[in-house]
């Protein structure tokens, strides 16, 4: 007998994000399980590591004597889900992995759900080149529709010339066409969703990216009032039309003006949510294992303003230590993943007692991170 709560939670993926959402899992008396089959993942160290392919029986069986199974990366093969298929439940479920996963498919089930999205051409073939650009307003980024990430497998275009030839660049694959969005700038949002449909929402953050790559995370966002309403709106929207169970992250380009249009979906924890860690509110990987598991939820906005700085490997220059320890608020994130020029090697969160304080720090925390 105990009276404490106990769970066994698996994780598909073993990378930063399964980490941390073990990190979070433990206090809340929940044993984290990751089956990744890199030997020097991030998770290894603080879960049990069930060291195999995603499609490994063995692995997949002892996933499937967790109490829930949930997953930090979108392209879990469809023979891992079809595995743990009526013996435990995968949250989020194949329907939903299977939309946030192709680009194509994200956009016509988000407009479904009535949530809007830049203008779009579906390229699958040669012919659904002609007149794409106009389409789309003359000047656009064509999208593979599977496996880009990180501003990966994109290129932009502005004539019709350009886009044959990016077109073939990506190696004729399936795309999406999507037209340049003039936006004021990016933000996300989070909802989490428990199996009987309780809602809460994360903070409306705000973005800025380097080389395609996510660079600082600010809470709270600089948007119009009503933009934060608005995000929820759409995240609820989608969310309850795709029956989530789990957590799932909203990009949107915000328009002058406050009107949103959503870029893409993650079904899981992001890496704009990583300043909740440290804001004095639950945390989005908290928030996710509280929503897999059905424990309580609520919104997990941070309490006080927060900052998020990726520190992300850059060849011959290594961030300040000393002077981001010495800097009041700063905490340090480290993913143990051996160094990569391009890697997302780890991030420092900041936290200050008022937006002014925030921003001023922030500038000096920039500095010290190459
Ligand atoms: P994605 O991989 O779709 O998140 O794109 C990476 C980054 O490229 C985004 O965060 C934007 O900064 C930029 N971007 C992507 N799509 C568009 C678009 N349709 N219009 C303008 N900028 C875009």
Redesign the pocket.
Known sequence: MTDQPSATLGILGGGQLAQMLALAAIPLGVRPVVLEPDAQAPARLCAEHLHAPYTDPAGLERLAQCDVVTLEFENVPVEALDALRGRVPVRPGADLLARSKHRAREKAALREAGAKT?PFVVIEQAADLQGALRQVGGRG?L?TSEL????KG?ARVSSDFELGQAWDDLGGVPCVL????P?ER?VSLAVARSAAGGLAFGPLVENV?RN?ILRTSVYPAQSPDGTEARARDMARAVAEAWGLEGLMTL?F?QLPGGELLV??VAPRVHNSGHLTQDGGGVSQFEAQVRAVLGLPLADFAPLLPCAMVNYVGVEGAVPDWAAIDALPGTHVHLYHKAWRAGRKLGHINLVAPDEATLRERLRVLEGLIP
Do not use: M, S
């Open positions: 830049a980024i999208k880009g990430y990180d501003g994109q999507e037209g340049l969005v936006f990016e990216h395609g990009e380009f870029n893409e």
